[in-house]
């Protein structure tokens, strides 16, 4: 409880507002969240404009952060130099910030998830069938995989069947149990440089030797493959990532027949291969294989959910037996309803219609957020990577300050992302992820990072 006097000749917001500061100087930790302005209101008599006032002193000298519908919490800001003879207590925890605007590149925003469908099938399918008293199938339930299948068949120019169907908990297990499955027979994998750091952290996590390729305008560059002593291939032939580029169809075939010759396997990573908005999606490489070449992986987690924890991978015929053999201790550890109510919602044609819309509403934010940086940005920049996905890479192509932009960024509190952090190559680019965003607040933040990138531009530019 603070002490506010009413008869004291010194301001009720500047007693509040001493109260407060010596409560987060010697008492609260960083990132504890402050009594809300009405509370404070109602339990000490204050009008909202006095307590406002308090917090706004207290904002203004860096004691507080702000976020809206949240509230106040304590800055992490070093104190020792306000430290007082009742300090007891130094926090050492680190609360992480909630920015004001985040372009996290493959987020998708709260609202465009079905929930009142995906209850309305929940409810029914634990009312119904669903026994608890049973393992799961290891594989993934064969209803969900029945599904996916069809779906990958009719939506993705696949061929495959659901007994080449694993159901896992994400992207990187997926890679997990194939590098396991795959380690008696291979020591070396090939991968796009820049590409995606979580596959080759996992590969070498089990001892494998990665061998860098790197990509020009028609993906992974196959001359350079070719010389490579890697029998296993990873690539991202639909929407290199983080690139942009497509794999042309003479050297999807061509890919194809180094595979066969050369007895080597095609992990196909399908990224964002529904979300395209200039040309009809590329039909899947895994579709054109007559070999039995190809590992095919997929998700839904651009599509309708990453917090399901949905992914799968589809086996080639002649690895569904090594699977068998040494998996057996593998359980999906996707739950049981999640399967069975995902499987409902694909087998009604929801998923589709889900897709259909997903689709027409990012097609919308990334034109507009296309059309802003050319208008606000202008000449001072370029597209590296746009027409597919949920995010717009950019680069300066005038002298820049990359410090002083992500230092403004910061202090304007944008969180900022950048191909290099997870591709794990030289080669970089700002990531804007449109996906998270309302197009009201894509014109609100690209207002605020228009006039950052003006101030870090060089005195020599334009």
């Keep these: 409880m603070y002490t506010i006097d009413q008869n004291s000749k010194t301001p009720l917001h500047i007693q509040l507002y001493t109260a407060l500061k010596d409560d987060i100087v010697n008492n609260l930790q960083v990132g504890e969240k402050l009594p809300s302005i009405r509370k404070l209101a109602t339990t000490y008599n204050l009008s909202k404009n ?46 992480q910030k909630n920015y004001l605007y985040d372009f996290f590149p493959a987020r998708l925003p709260k609202d465009s998830f079905p929930l009142k469908l995906w209850k309305r099938i929940y409810t029914k399918v634990i009312d119904e069938s669903l026994d608890f008293g049973a393992y799961p199938d290891g594989q993934g339930e064969e209803i969900l995989r029945e599904q996916i299948a069809k779906y990958l068949n009719d939506s993705r120019g696949a061929n495959c069947h659901k007994e080449q169907i694993i159901i896992t908990s994400g992207f990187g297990e997926s890679m997990q149990l194939l590098a396991k499955m795959l380690k008696t027979n291979h020591s070396q994998i090939a991968m796009e440089d820049p590409g995606y750091h979580i596959v080759s952290q996992v590969f070498q996590s089990y001892n494998y030797k990665i061998d860098k390729i790197d990509v020009d305008k028609n993906a992974i560059v196959l001359d350079q493959l070719e010389k490579s002593d890697a029998k296993l291939v990873y690539i991202t032939p639909s929407h290199q990532y983080p690139k942009g580029y497509s794999m042309p169809i003479a050297n999807r075939l061509r890919l194809l027949e180094w595979a066969k010759q050369r007895d080597a396997l095609i992990l196909e990573d399908d990224y964002d291969g529904e979300l395209t908005y200039y040309n009809r999606p590329i039909p899947s490489l895994q579709g054109l294989d007559r070999y039995d070449r190809v590992v095919y992986f997929g998700t839904f987690a651009k599509y309708l959910s990453p917090a399901i924890r949905v992914s799968y991978m589809v086996l080639p015929q002649h690895l569904i037996n090594t699977y068998k053999q040494h998996f057996d201790s593998h359980f999906c550890k996707v739950s049981l309803d999640t399967q069975i109510t995902l499987a409902n919602f694909m087998k009604d044609g929801h998923f589709e219609k889900h897709i259909r819309k997903i689709r027409t509403l990012h097609k919308k934010k990334h034109e507009l957020l296309k059309t802003l940086l050319e208008e606000k940005l202008g000449n001072t920049m370029k597209i590296e990577a746009q027409g597919a996905g949920l995010a717009i890479l950019i680069n300066p192509i005038v002298p820049f300050d990359w410090e002083k932009f992500k230092a403004l960024a910061e202090q304007k509190s944008i969180k900022l992302y950048f191909a290099k952090n997870v591709s794990g190559g030289s080669w970089d680019a700002l990531r804007l992820g449109f996906g998270g965003f309302s197009e009201k607040e894509l014109k609100e933040v690209m207002e605020i990072l228009a006039e950052i990138w003006r101030k870090a531009l060089l005195s020599s530019s334009p």
């Design 50 to 95: 006095t307590v406002e006032s308090a917090f706004r002193q207290l904002y203004v000298e860096g004691f507080v952060e702000s976020y809206p519908k949240s509230g106040y919490f304590v800055s992490d800001t070093n104190f020792k130099e306000f430290s007082t003879a009742n300090s007891t207590k130094t926090s050492t925890l680190k609360r």
